[in-house]
T-cell receptor, first 116, second 112 residues
Framework: EAGVAQSPRYKIIEKRQSVAFWCNPI?????LYWYQQILGQGPKLLIQ????????DSQLPKDRFSAERLKGVDSTLKIQPAKLEDSAVYLC??????????????FGPGTRLTVL | AQSVTQPDIHITVSEGASLELRCNYS??????LFWYVQSPGQGLQLLLK??????LVQGIKGFEAEFKRSQSSFNLRKPSVHWSDAAEYFC??????????FGAGTRLTVKP
């Protein structure tokens, strides 16, 4: 079974530029998550999708971050414009649950973003 | 909201020695608890999870964890550490809506 795929693996941009990350979850997984992991910290949830609907985006900085999950499969996370403090690893995860209950999350390898 | 504290930022153990990584959580209801491991440049891999039942949980790679409700703890243990166990370890607590909160992590260094 293929795991969670993310691209690109690395990205370096100047501040005020825009950037987009892509995630393809494990086939059949209903729930998809985007996390931000700043160096030395644990992952912080940015947004959670159930199929193509948003379940939780309370910690997403909506003035600059946006995410979508069209057709309930793959997802993109965009930052526009980027700030220096957005430098982090962006992790995508998926879980099979179709209900609002706790389940194991499967993580992709992440995208390391450096903002100069 | 739930929260997790991992008191040790960095731990160094000798290969073959035993290991215990501490995790304390705060959550008003029954917690769903997880330990994940992250190797450099990799995503997180689940080691074990506790939802209910036996409070001593066995995981992959020889790890185990014990849930102690009275101490709000879920410490991770391994009787004999291998060099390949060097990594970052994250404890996490999940709420009923699958909202997962992670601790800051403990970095494990293994001395030869």
């Amino acid at each position: 079974e293929a795991g969670v795929a993310q691209s690109p693996r690395y990205k370096i941009i100047e501040k005020r530029q825009s950037v987009a990350f892509w995630c393809n979850p494990i086939s059949g997984h209903a729930t998809l998550y985007w996390y931000q992991q700043i160096l030395g910290q644990g992952p912080k949830l940015l947004i959670q999708f159930q199929n193509n609907g948003v379940v939780d985006d309370s910690q997403l900085p909506k003035d600059r971050f946006s995410a979508e999950r069209l057709k309930g499969v793959d997802s993109t996370l965009k930052i526009q414009p980027a700030k220096l403090e957005d430098s982090a690893v962006y992790l995508c995860a998926s879980s099979p649950t179709r209900t609002r209950r706790v389940d194991e999350q499967f993580f992709g390898p992440g995208t390391r973003l450096t903002v100069l | 909201a739930q929260s997790v504290t991992q008191p040790d930022i960095h731990i160094t153990v000798s290969e073959g020695a035993s290991l215990e990584l501490r995790c304390n959580y705060s959550y008003g209801a029954t917690p769903y608890l997880f330990w994940y491991v992250q190797s450099p440049g990799q995503g997180l891999q689940l080691l074990l999870k506790y939802f209910s039942g036996d409070t001593l949980v066995q995981g992959i790679k020889g790890f185990e964890a014990e849930f102690k409700r009275s101490q709000s703890s879920f410490n991770l243990r391994k009787p004999s550490v291998h060099w390949s166990d060097a990594a970052e370890y994250f404890c996490a607590v999940g709420a009923s809506n699958n909202d997962m909160r992670f601790g800051a992590g403990t970095r494990l260094t293994v001395k030869p």
